[in-house]
Nanobody
Framework: QVQLVESGGGLVQAGGSLRLSCAAS????????MAWFRQAPGKKREFVAA????????VYADSVKGRFTISRDNAKNTVYLQMNSLKPEDTAVYYC?????????????????WGQGTQVTVSS
């Protein structure tokens, strides 16, 4: 069994920054892909960013490229999402997720495990 626990959400003004963390436990992670998704009220859950646990390669949604950075700390089994230049439209619940294969990264149905989510609110 895998457990994913997010933290770091909060309220920030537009233009500000937050760093989200996702602590993973329960399984060997060297072959997995870790990702961040977000879901705003009344909207579908959408892909934000993903990182390969083994080689650190990354993929980003166009809406966050240049503003968000995903990274990992293998020793701590933790994935981070550094969010800069935040906009009100970034307001959402942010979820951490894990899958085995580095394909179909954008689809929520492809992920095996999810965290409980952390709220990010960006005020204008």
């Amino acid at each position: 069994q895998v457990q994913l626990v997010e933290s770091g959400g909060g309220l920030v003004q537009a233009g500000g920054s937050l760093r989200l963390s996702c602590a993973a436990s329960g399984r060997t992670f060297s072959r997995y892909v870790m990702a961040w998704f977000r879901q705003a009220p009344g909207k579908k859950r959408e892909f934000v960013a993903a990182i390969s646990w083994s080689d650190g390669s990354t993929v980003y949604a166009d809406s966050v490229k240049g503003r968000f950075t995903i990274s990992r700390d293998n020793a701590k089994n933790t994935v981070y999402l550094q969010m800069n230049s935040l906009k009100p439209e970034d307001t959402a619940v942010y979820y951490c997720a894990q899958k085995l294969h580095p394909s179909n990264l954008y689809y929520t149905s492809e992920y095996d495990y999810w965290g409980q989510g952390t709220q990010v609110t960006v005020s204008s």
